[in-house]
């Protein structure tokens, strides 16, 4: 039973470790597209070293996590549901890893007249996550808050929506003077930064079955 | 008094060595039955704990059922005991091939009305009535229990924001000590059943351990705490997985509220000390009757039922127990004579004096 004590705490520890990089990314997240789109390149490739870092480490906790679980035999009767929690959540960081270096590698020229909706959905995305985070927490500590964040995680999926369609149907626009190419580049990024809201919807989906299951 | 040897003695202490051997195949599956079928604790920790405990409870307050019993009828030789305990095991045995609701502790019962019927000794009316009214009990008294612990526990883990690891580390060390509360319980309450008619005719004398002094019925009481201890080692493992997973899918957490609600309620019925406190604050003594745990756990299913919707609480279910609690004495009393019958006439031995 100590055994077990000290790899509760330790596992505990590391899933508020895990929770905290994964917040972390999405910070870094909104700040490298502003850069990006400022134009302080440096400081843009600084952040995506990070965002490497922080998918590296998340990585490594969900397979620590994942291990402790199992050896442990911990959690017989939600470990499926946690484990379902900790494996799609850490999807987040390496969707942000994906972004941040498809924009290093590729350096997509965004129009001006777009740049402030590119940033708007990269904002509303590090929201999308804030929140998402939260109700990861509340499932594990407090289950009863878990309904309020994953309303609120549907909102900012459903904002950045709106954005990037609005970003679409400026370029696709009649008399557009994009070129066939350039749609297609921009179109492939905007899809590209939509897919971070929809993972968080899709992990809070299955929270909100989990949070009728845990309430029973 | 005549003399018997230790094989004979033992001969005959086989059907109530029998019934325990049953008890700790089954019963000890009430008790650690989700624990070990959810893998929150391993079935050898369980068994270890199940089987000191059941010991414990046996010898240190095995003797309040097994009074109650004797008052009902006084079983006078070890051949009419050995009739007894066999009958009850017998009834149990066939009543469970052919799934029907029943309890050793009810054939037990039946088995000494049966000894009363073919001894022509009066059966203790008030006594029989204390006893049928605490199986009446049993059910629901573990029923409020639930609902009172299950409110409690839900409150508490709502409350306290337990971190799901956590929750899951304090469900496993009270799965724990509750199994080893209603290890205790079990040993304490059923122990009668499984030696309780061997006492009047005790064929062992009191041991003087410098300390404390080993009486007779507590020699009783630790052979048949071993018997619990030696069916919980050998076939309590089927029996907890199948509990654990297939007529009922309880959650570590209901697990835990079940199993102290069922255990409190043996607890309540077997406990000297509970009794001492109860006439301390000059409330009414609770008599010391052997009651079926599997009842309880019953009744302690159907509260949690309770408390989430009370269309989930399975009255047919009820229906059949009190089926059982006719159909089981009166099919082991019946038993119990035709065996006594053969025994005093077949094989030549006294079944009273």
Not at chain 1, 187 to 214: G, H, P, W
């Amino acid at each position: 039973m100590f055994g077990v004590w000290g790899k509760t705490k330790l596992i505990v520890g590391d899933l508020e470790t895990f929770f905290d990089t994964i917040q972390g990314a999405g910070l870094l997240f909104q700040e490298a597209v502003k850069d990006y789109f400022n134009g302080e390149l440096e400081r843009f490739e600084q952040r995506v070293d990070h965002i490497d870092t922080a998918e590296a480490k998340t990585d490594e906790l969900r397979r620590t996590i994942k291990k402790q679980i199992y050896t442990n035999m911990l959690l017989p009767d939600s470990r499926g549901d946690v484990l379902a929690i900790v494996e799609t959540i850490d999807d987040v960081t390496d969707e942000i890893k994906f972004i941040v270096k498809s924009f290093a590698i590729e350096k997509p020229d965004v129009p001006e007249e777009l740049r402030g909706d590119f940033i708007q959905i990269a904002e509303q995305s590090k929201m999308c996550i804030i929140e998402l985070i939260g109700a990861c927490r509340s499932f594990f500590n407090n289950i009863t808050e878990a309904n309020a964040y994953i309303g609120r995680v549907n909102f900012y999926e459903h904002e950045v929506d709106v954005l990037s369609e609005r970003i679409k149907r400026k370029v696709y626009a009649e008399g557009s003077t994009y070129s066939l190419a350039e749609k297609n580049n921009l179109r492939y990024f905007v899809d590209m930064m939509e897919r971070i809201t929809n993972i968080a919807q899709a992990v809070c989906d299955r929270l909100s079955v989990f949070v009728i299951k845990r309430s029973i | 008094m005549v003399t018997l040897n230790m094989p004979t003695i033992l001969f005959f202490l086989s059907s109530g060595l029998f019934l325990g051997w049953s008890l700790g195949a089954n019963d000890a599956a009430n008790v650690f039955g989700t624990a070990v079928s959810s893998r929150m604790i391993s079935f050898k920790s369980a068994a270890i704990i199940c089987s000191i405990f059941v010991l414990i409870g046996a010898v240190v307050s095995g003797a309040g059922g097994a009074h109650t019993l004797g008052k009902l009828g006084q079983v006078n030789t070890l051949a009419g005991s050995f009739i007894v305990a066999l009958s009850a095991a017998l009834t149990v045995l066939f009543m469970t091939k052919a799934g029907l609701p029943v309890s050793t502790s009810q054939a037990i019962v039946g088995g000494i009305i049966g000894w009363n019927f073919f001894a022509d000794k009066a059966t203790d009316v008030s006594t029989l009535q204390t006893i049928v009214g605490t199986w009446f009990l049993c059910p629901l008294l573990a029923m409020a229990f639930s609902i009172i612990i299950y409110q409690g526990v839900r409150f508490f883990y709502k409350r306290m924001r337990v971190h799901l690891l956590w929750e899951d580390y304090f469900t496993r060390v009270f799965l724990l000590i509750i199994g080893a509360f209603g290890a205790y319980s079990l040993g304490a309450n059923n122990i009668a059943n499984v030696v309780g008619v061997f006492l009047p005719s005790s064929p062992f004398v009191d041991v003087n351990m410098g300390l404390f002094t080993f009486s007779k019925a507590q020699i009783l009481f630790l052979l048949g705490g071993i018997a619990i201890g030696v069916g919980v080692f050998t076939y309590s493992q089927k029996v907890m997985l199948t509990v654990g997973k297939g007529i009922f899918r309880l959650s570590p957490i209901t697990g835990l509220v079940v199993v102290f609600s069922s255990s409190l309620v043996l607890f309540v019925f077997s406990s000297k000390g509970l009794n001492y406190l109860l006439v301390s604050l000059s409330l009414p003594k609770l008599p010391h009757v052997p009651l079926s745990s599997s009842q309880a756990v019953v009744g302690a299913v159907l509260g949690i039922g309770m408390c989430h919707n009370i269309r989930n609480v399975d009255f047919r279910l009820l229906g059949r127990i009190l089926i059982g609690w006719i159909l089981t004495p009166v099919a082991s009393a019946i038993v119990s004579f035709v065996f006594l019958y053969f025994m005093q006439n077949v094989f030549m031995s006294k079944v009273f004096l």
